[in-house]
């Protein structure tokens, strides 16, 4: 399994719903996921770090 990087396109979309809601529960990044073509857990993972790079 390779990583892979988020587009601007993605990028866009995660970080709006970042701003309206940094924690999102599950089925809101499943949602997410499905938009993007991103797996759920690559999406729990892009919160994790934006989280972190907000401290």
Do not use: C, Y
Not at 16 to 39: C, G, H, W, Y
């Amino acid at each position: 399994k390779h990583r892979r990087r988020t587009s601007r396109s993605q990028l866009k979309v995660l970080e709006k719903a970042f701003s309206e809601n940094p924690k999102p529960n599950a089925t809101v990044r499943r949602i997410l996921a499905q938009k993007l073509d991103m797996t759920p857990r690559g999406v729990q993972i892009w919160f994790q770090n934006r989280r972190a790079k907000v401290k």
